[in-house]
Structures are given as structure tokens and as C-alpha cells.
């Protein structure tokens, strides 16, 4: 069964740093391009970060740019995001996803993890 | 970037209710677009991909369809476990960019 555990969330004041992780399994890591979505309070999904299985590509939402780092580490079956000088508006869940490859070689989410709370409040 | 228009933001539907949402795309999308349901919650799930394409283990009542910019996701008969959040996605170009999602509510 593929699972995804994200883990690493939390309250951190503004400006502050947190790193996200995401543990896989079921699965062949390494296989996989992966990606980092949110949900604010009460509101809708936000993409955030991606990155391809080789690590060759890796891509962001403007507003987290320069910010955070998507990364991982197939040895350890797991995916990462480094989180810099947080915002109030981080404040988020965020969701671990796997993608795969269509037909047309275009990469959808079909795989979530139940997402990992972070706070970013004074 | 790819502006998704997803409507209706919510609706009001009963059991065995014919669904219909609508997602646009600012740009032709090529067929990229993907579905999810949010049950209150939980994680998303995939239900279509491709525009059309059924996920493993999701009912047939779930059906998308569309082209270019205009996509649609229909549930034939609505069911008590389909009162949920549906959002679209386009994974044709990144930021790969979700609608503002339909809360289907009895």
C-alpha cells in the first residue's frame, strides 16, 4: 500500500525556519517525481513545490520563491522541504504528493499524504 | 501562470442528483487537467486524470469531459459519500494551479 507520512510541522514566529519531511513507502521513490501542496485555514489547494525523480527539475509557487527548498533523499525514501523565513501567510497544511506520468508525458497528483500543520504566528 | 475558474463555488444537490462542475482554464491546457474530492477532513483523492480518465477503484458515476480551456466534471447520481469538496488542477505548465473548489452540500 502506498503511504506518505509528513512529519516536521509546527508554531515557528515569523522569520523563522522549519523543515518539512515526508516519509514514502509502498513504493520505489526514486521513480517517482514528487511534489509539496497546501491548504490554508479554511480555504482551497495551493501548489507549491516540485520536484522530478532524478532531481534534475525541481519548480515553485512565486511566493515561496527563494524561501524554501524542495529536496530529497531516495536512500532514505524521503522527500523534504526547507522552509526560510516564514510568513503568517505559510500558515498552512502541507500536503506530501506523488505524481505520475500521463499518456502525454505530463505529470498529474494521484498519491497524498495527510499533510503536516505548520503556524507561523508571533 | 494558468488561471483555473472553477464554478459553482457550491451547490446544493440531493441524493441521487445529477452534478455538474465546471472548470475553466485560462490557457489551452491540452487535456492536462485532473480532479480531486476533499471530504471534510482528509486528504484529496484523484478521481479523473486526462480530462477523462477514471482513477483506479473511483465509480463510474464520476465521469470528466472537455477540451482546450472548458472542462467538466459530472456525478450521474449522487451519492451520501459524494457531499464533499471537488477541486480541478491543471499539470499542463507550473505552477501547476488548482480551482477555488465546489463544495457540494446537501
Known amino acids: 500500500e502506498v503511504q506518505l507520512v509528513e512529519s516536521g510541522g509546527g508554531l515557528v514566529q515569523p522569520g523563522g525556519s522549519l523543515r518539512l519531511s515526508c516519509e514514502a513507502s509502498g513504493f520505489i521513490l526514486s521513480r517517482y517525481n514528487m511534489n509539496w501542496v497546501r491548504q490554508g485555514p479554511g480555504e482551497g489547494l495551493e501548489w507549491v513545490s516540485y520536484i522530478s525523480y532524478n532531481s534534475a527539475s525541481t519548480y515553485y509557487v512565486d511566493s515561496v520563491k527563494g524561501r524554501f527548498t524542495i529536496h530529497r533523499d531516495d536512500a532514505k525514501n524521503s522527500l523534504y522541504l526547507q522552509m526560510n523565513n516564514l510568513r503568517d501567510e505559510d500558515t498552512a497544511l502541507y500536503y506530501c504528493?506523488?505524481?505520475?506520468?500521463?499518456?502525454?508525458?505530463?505529470?498529474?497528483?494521484?498519491?497524498w499524504g495527510r499533510g503536516t500543520l505548520v503556524t507561523v504566528s508571533s | 501562470d494558468i488561471q483555473m475558474t472553477q464554478s459553482p463555488s457550491s451547490l446544493s444537490a440531493s441524493v441521487g442528483d445529477r452534478v455538474t462542475i465546471s472548470c475553466r482554464a485560462s490557457?489551452?491546457?491540452?487535456?492536462?487537467l485532473a480532479w480531486y474530492q476533499q471530504r471534510p477532513g482528509k486528504a484529496p483523492k484523484l478521481l479523473v486524470y486526462?480530462?477523462?480518465k477514471l482513477e483506479s477503484g473511483v465509480p463510474s458515476r464520476f465521469t470528466g469531459s472537455g477540451s482546450g480551456t472548458d472542462y467538466t466534471l459530472t456525478i450521474s447520481s449522487l451519492q451520501p459519500e459524494d457531499f464533499a469538496t471537488y477541486y480541478c488542477q491543471q499539470y499542463y505548465d507550473p505552477p501547476w494551479t488548482f480551482g477555488q473548489g465546489t463544495n457540494v452540500e446537501s
Open positions: 504528493a506523488r505524481a505520475q506520468y500521463d499518456s502525454s508525458g505530463f505529470s498529474y497528483i494521484d498519491k
Open positions: 490557457h489551452d491546457i491540452r487535456l492536462s
Open positions: 486526462t480530462t477523462s
